[in-house]
């Protein structure tokens, strides 16, 4: 009997609250159960994230799914310990708090069955915990396509199968050929704890930009579609001043990379393309804005300055890949008292 077709891949920490719902909604696919298997990376959890994982295979037996554990914390350990584990040709990386619908990966198989596709991404709709306030319907980004609010990773490109840019793939619902991706270079570091800020890098963003480069084609599938779930604390200035604030790091991290150092990046003055820019706003949306701007900026400069001072912390950003040494040198973890407190919950 041949392997799965497809692993999907669920990076979770102490997330035990979320990840039954999500692990069910797999359970749920209406694929054949040999086309795919789950792989559920543990980083580094202190609750009962592996008796629930534990639990899940005893009452599906039928289904592939396994549990290991990965010390090394973020999102990139994660990504590549499944990548490595996985026995499938096509990678599906999901967060631990979405919901897939029922047709969602025979909608992601049916992308790849196009020999010349190597990213398939879809819809990520919100199911929020209360209503959305006013004020956040001024951080929507309308294109074409349909309209995103990258800061709650939400999107919606429309009813249509289309080829998109890399760009509109995020990690919440990202799929890529295995092959494509050890060929990329893999992913690049995301989802840090605070003390380990210095290291966060572009996440997905930075494999979907050697995608883009690399003229791989992209498919957006309106069937491979996930709730993502958003929880009152999201939806409040505070948590997007904090999104705009990791951006901001993100940003610079791409920068040091794209020109082989620091030394011609200027500290930012005003941030760059922030989604209350492109509508107009009442006072107090202006007000909000003007937060979320002063906390870009912040986050670009801290990483601008430390990649500056630190040459352990440079070499970091500019290694080629991580995909087969994704630890860091832990002796340059960041001292509290030097972030912003809307970075802590």
């Not at 309209?147 to 760009?167: H, K, M, Q």
């Not at 050890?182 to 890098?201: I, Q, V, W």
């Not at 929880?231 to 951006?247: D, G, N, T």
């Not at 202006?286 to 979320?292: S, Y």
């Amino acid at each position: 009997m041949s392997g799965p077709r497809v692993s999907v891949i669920v990076p979770t920490r102490n997330r035990g609250g979320l990840l039954p719902g999500c692990l069910a909604s797999f359970i749920g696919q209406s694929v054949p159960l040999e086309q795919f298997e789950i792989l559920v990376i543990d980083n580094a959890s202190i609750d009962d994230t592996s008796s629930i994982v534990a639990e899940f295979a005893r009452r599906n037996p039928s289904r592939m799914i396994r549990y290991l554990y990965e010390p090394t914390p973020g999102l990139l350990s994660g990504r590549h310990r499944g990548a490595r584990e996985a026995r499938g040709e096509i990678l599906s990386y999901v967060d631990d708090d979405i919901l897939a619908d029922r047709d969602w990966l025979r909608c992601v198989l049916e992308s790849f069955d196009q020999p010349d596709v190597h990213l398939v991404g879809g819809p990520s709709i919100g199911r929020f915990e209360r209503s959305e306030p006013s004020w956040m319907r001024h951080f929507y980004a309308d294109v074409p396509e349909g309209r995103y609010l990258d800061s709650l990773s939400l999107i919606d490109l429309g009813t249509t199968v289309r080829e998109v840019t890399a760009y509109f793939v995020w990690g919440l619902n990202y799929h890529i050929r295995k092959a494509t991706l050890f060929e990329m270079g893999g992913f690049h570091p995301d989802s840090l704890p605070s003390a380990l800020l210095r290291f966060r890098g572009d996440g997905e963003g930075g494999l979907s930009y050697k995608l883009m480069h690399a003229g791989r084609k992209t498919l957006y599938h309106p069937g491979a579609r996930v709730e993502h779930i958003v929880p009152a604390a999201r939806l409040e200035p505070s948590y997007f001043r904090k999104r705009r604030f990791l951006q901001g790091i993100s940003d610079s991290y791409s920068e040091v990379r794209r020109l082989g150092g620091p030394a011609q990046i200027p500290f930012q003055q005003t941030p760059q393309g922030l989604e209350g820019e492109r509508q107009g706003r009442d006072p107090e949306a202006d007000r909000l804005v003007g937060e979320i701007q002063k906390a870009y900026t912040e986050g670009f400069n801290f990483h601008l300055h430390e990649v500056r001072l630190s040459k352990p912390l440079l070499d970091w950003v500019l290694r080629p890949d991580y995909l087969d040494d994704w630890s860091y040198p832990m002796e340059l973890e960041t001292d509290s008292d030097r972030l912003p407190d809307y970075l802590y919950p």
